[in-house]
């Protein structure tokens, strides 16, 4: 019993090991996103912003109001109403990110009145435009849309997740990306 | 010979190790949550305060004193500061319900505020001036208001404000 004692005491803490490792979540579990999965046209809450996906189309070039400026390409634009839940302190869509087959796109930072940055009210909403450059050859296909206050994908924290086919979109010559404004503003 | 003295370098050596877990955990995880969370609130009860170099008293509160899109209407504060050589601009000013969680900022880039209202916040002025205030709340809002002004070391201004 003696000598067999230390050898069945050394099973069972590999063992146990074994079933810890098996049973430990994996990483991305562990500080991974929380997903707000929701459909486009209905309101999303998460922890710090309300968000409704509204129309998306693709365009060839965008353009903003009261300046030169253009860029061509093969474009979506989509249109958003946002809003903070509790407090407008740091409420901002930062992270907007469109996902097809497992490629991440950033919404454009190039028009100035993209929604992207805006600061965001509570109670009111701030209806404006996204835009997200994608290669040419890119325009069908199930995506899904991200949206979240932080700049990256954050920790632990919520990220509201849209579905969007992108076949029978909508092609249009020229978009002009409308400023960020709030519905009904004096 | 006891276990514990057998074992004596090796308790020793835990023990070390448990203690410098406990102190970085502290050092790490524990002191930077503390100190982002130590802020000073001071409520005034006068209407009168002295922050960033100057005295600021709250004068009134209004509702609807400027027009609001649909569904929403204008909080707007009237402040008044003194001004003078110590004077510097103060910090963010935020609009918190007493009762709920919603908070708000400015929003006079939302709401168009004639020139003449004066500043939007504390500021570095020599002569006393006026200050306005506005903010952008939902219809369904009823006050009264904290009217909080950030100032420095992590200090915190509060006017109870009832429109």
Known sequence: MKKTLPWLTGVALVLGAGIVAAVTPAPEAQDGPFLIHGAAGQPIVARDLIVQVGEARFSDRITVDDDDWRADGNWLIVNLSAAAPETEVDAALRLVELVVDGREFIASEQPSTSLVGTGLRVGTDTEGMVAFELPDDLSAGDAEIRLSTAYSTPNLDDVIVVPLELDGLPRGHSVEIAEPSIEGAP | ?163
């Open chain 2, 1 to 163: 010979m006891t276990w514990l003295h057998t074992h004596r370098l090796s308790l020793t050596a835990l023990m070390f190790c448990v203690v410098a877990v406990a102190g970085v955990h502290l050092w790490l995880d524990v002191m930077p949550i503390a100190d982002r969370q130590k802020e000073t609130i001071t409520v005034v009860d006068d209407g009168t305060a002295e922050l960033a170099g100057q005295e600021v008293t709250l004068e009134d509160a209004r509702w609807d004193e400027y027009p609001a899109p649909d569904r929403a209407r204008v909080v707007s504060v009237h402040m008044r500061g003194s001004g003078g050589p110590e004077s510097t601009s103060c910090g963010r000013v935020t609009l918190s319900e007493v009762q709920g969680s919603r908070t708000w900022l400015d929003a006079d880039d939302v709401i168009d505020v004639p020139y003449e209202a004066g500043q939007s916040y504390c500021t570095e002025e020599s002569e006393p001036y006026d200050i306005t205030s506005v903010f952008l709340v939902p219809d369904d809002v009823e006050g009264p208001f904290f009217l909080d002004i950030a100032g420095d070391d992590h200090t915190i201004t509060r006017f109870l404000v009832e429109p």
